[in-house]
């Protein structure tokens, strides 16, 4: 993959560690963790979370077998948990890299080559994927027929863990309790989330999955204490321009200068991750001090009010940073900062602090 050279992300090591041992708090002293690094690590590079976390976590979680492969590859050597549904065309790949399948349906029996391992999903509330609850003596005698895989575990997804005393994660906890008790004692089970290790300190089972919080964010409003975002996002300015009053900028000519002054282009847009919706929404910081981003954001280019101020081309711009984080950039365009970290561009190089 070819990097672009207009920005770079920095990714801090020592605060996801910091996290970790935060949310850690949260667990009975034997409740074991699984990483989740799907997504890129949620943008953040998913080998060099993974490669930081492996001695201080049991297991990891990714989407799809290819993201499992790549961590395999790196010499990754702790369990990995596949959430997406089997495909017949890579459903071989699971047994030769060590990856662990999610059966979720009858026929993903029928895909998965012998000795291939597998946690079962079932649906208590999410309305996604998964066995539904009344499946459970099917389940097991499917289990009982397929006894050339191996089940190892068993789990299930939160519906509305972000909300503390929500009515709803006590009845899928209820549901999932029914359903472990059919099952062998020897089996993993894990359901809670972030949210719910944060929140519901009863829904742990003897696995927790973590996520969104190993990079510093809670998954909902409510704030989880000792946790700080890891990544920041640079770019610089590549050209100062004076401008007069009332002159506009950008498409759609939406914003004007509201005295003269001086224009900053910072060269990322859109196709980098810095979503069109933001335009006019967000400062970024320069050399200490914060300006607005005017006019409407571009594919590859954002424009910045400076006033009065003078920069020189090439000189750093902050565009995701402690004060700016990506729960602000969320709560402007009502939507959250899982989509914010993972819209940036993975062809933007990511540098890691120790």
Not at 1 to 12: L, P, R
Not at 66 to 92: N, W
Not at 282 to 294: M, S
Request: with cysteine; net charge negative; proline share 5%.
């Amino acid at each position: 993959m070819i990097q672009k050279s207009n920005a770079t992300v920095e990714v801090n090591l020592a605060k996801l560690k910091k996290n970790l041992q935060a949310l850690r708090s949260y667990l009975d002293e034997d409740t074991r963790v699984m990483s989740v690094v799907k997504a890129d690590a949620y943008g953040h590079g998913a080998v060099e979370v993974a490669s930081t976390l492996e001695p201080m976590v049991e297991a990891f979680a990714v989407n799809d077998i290819h993201e499992g492969i790549e961590l395999r590859k790196q010499d990754i050597t702790k369990p990995i948990l596949v959430f997406e549904v089997p495909q017949k065309t890579t459903a071989s790949q699971y047994r030769v890299h060590n990856l662990t399948a999610t059966v979720s349906a009858k026929e993903h029996f029928d895909w998965l080559p012998n000795g291939t391992s597998y946690h079962l999903n079932f649906d208590t509330g999410m309305g996604r994927l998964g066995f539904s609850p009344e499946e459970s003596e099917r389940v097991l005698s499917l289990m009982e027929e397929n006894q050339n895989l191996f089940c190892t575990g068993l789990y299930s997804h939160f519906a509305t863990a972000d909300s503390p005393e929500s009515d709803f994660v006590t009845e899928q906890h209820h549901l999932f309790t029914k359903i472990r008790e059919q099952f062998p004692g020897k089996l993993s089970a894990h359901v809670a989330n972030t949210g719910a290790t944060a929140f519901y300190s009863s829904e742990q089972f003897d696995m927790v999955r973590l996520g969104i919080g190993l990079y510093g964010y809670a998954p909902g409003k409510t704030n989880i204490e000792g946790i700080k975002p890891i990544l920041q996002w640079k770019s610089n300015l590549v050209q100062i321009k004076p401008i007069i009053e009332e002159s506009p900028v950008s498409y759609g000519a939406t914003w004007q200068a509201p005295s003269d002054g001086n224009l900053g282009v910072i060269p990322v847009g859109y196709d980098d991750g810095l979503k069109r919706s933001l335009s006019e929404e967000l400062t970024v910081r320069i050399g200490g001090e914060k300006y607005p981003l005017v006019g409407n954001i571009t594919m590859n280019y954002s424009m910045v009010f400076l006033g009065d101020d003078k920069y020189k081309p090439g000189t750093s711009v902050e565009l995701l940073y402690a004060e700016s984080d990506a729960r602000d950039w969320a709560s402007k365009i009502d939507t959250i900062p899982y989509e914010i970290l993972t819209s940036i561009n993975p062809k933007i190089p990511r540098e890691y602090i120790l």
